[in-house]
């Protein structure tokens, strides 16, 4: 083998073997963080809503609609407000009481909302109290991949109870998911602020749990 042939075939060797020593020299590989898709969500607009079965009426998001509970086993006084666009909803419950069984309506709400520490990393309370409204109101908000992140229960007081608990059609996912429920808690914010009994006179149950 002549020196010019032995030069080309160092030369080839060298070629193969260098993409290997830098695979072999470079740091290895970290894998990136999971992204998610971006979500657009709209400005924050509000219609009024009054209910023509129930003794109440506030603002919804205008991307909003309320409708009747027609779950298996769902009263009468259930209702959903649902948003088709960001797949969840807000389930509504409402009572009316006698007065002596509106605190246990209020602990069960508390206690509900703390069934979730499991999966949750924090659980913040929030109070809200206009007297000239009647309108005493208790916000939880559930940090974590909780099954449902929001939930709040308004009083007047009297005997008059209104329940709302958040809920997504999939799997609770605090990172995925963060946006549109920092959204919709603007919406349940300005539900509660501009909350309204429009009957406080209402037949109220003897029993709260029968």
């Excluded at 193969?16 to 992204?35: E, F, H, T, Y």
């Excluded at 027609?70 to 666009?85: F, K, M, S, V």
């Excluded at 559930?142 to 008059?160: R, V």
């Amino acid at each position: 083998m002549t020196i010019r042939h032995l030069a080309h075939h160092v030369l080839a060797l060298a070629a193969l073997l260098s993409p290997l020593a830098l695979c072999m020299c470079s740091d290895p590989p970290i894998p990136k963080p999971r992204g998610y898709f971006r979500i657009t969500l709209p400005e924050h607009e509000y219609n009024s809503f009054e209910s023509q079965l129930m003794p109440y009426k506030f603002d919804i998001a205008a991307i909003s609609h309320v409708a009747k509970d027609h779950e298996r086993g769902a009263l009468d006084t259930w209702t959903n407000i649902t948003y088709p666009t960001l797949n969840c909803k807000i389930h509504l419950t409402y009572l009316s009481l006698a007065t002596s069984q509106q605190d246990l309506a209020f602990e069960d709400s508390h206690q509900f909302a703390y069934k979730h520490t499991i999966m949750a990393d924090a659980i913040g309370e929030q109070y809200y109290e206009d007297p000239e409204r009647h309108v005493f109101a208790t916000l939880y908000q559930i940090k974590g991949n909780a099954a449902s992140p929001i939930q709040f229960a308004i009083t007047d007081s009297a005997g008059q109870f209104f329940r709302g608990s958040l809920y997504f059609y999939c799997k609770p996912n605090k990172d995925s998911l963060a946006p549109v429920i920092d959204y919709v808690n603007q919406d349940i914010n300005h539900l509660i602020e501009t909350f309204n009994w429009t009957n406080r006179n209402a037949t109220h149950k003897k029993d709260y749990r029968q």
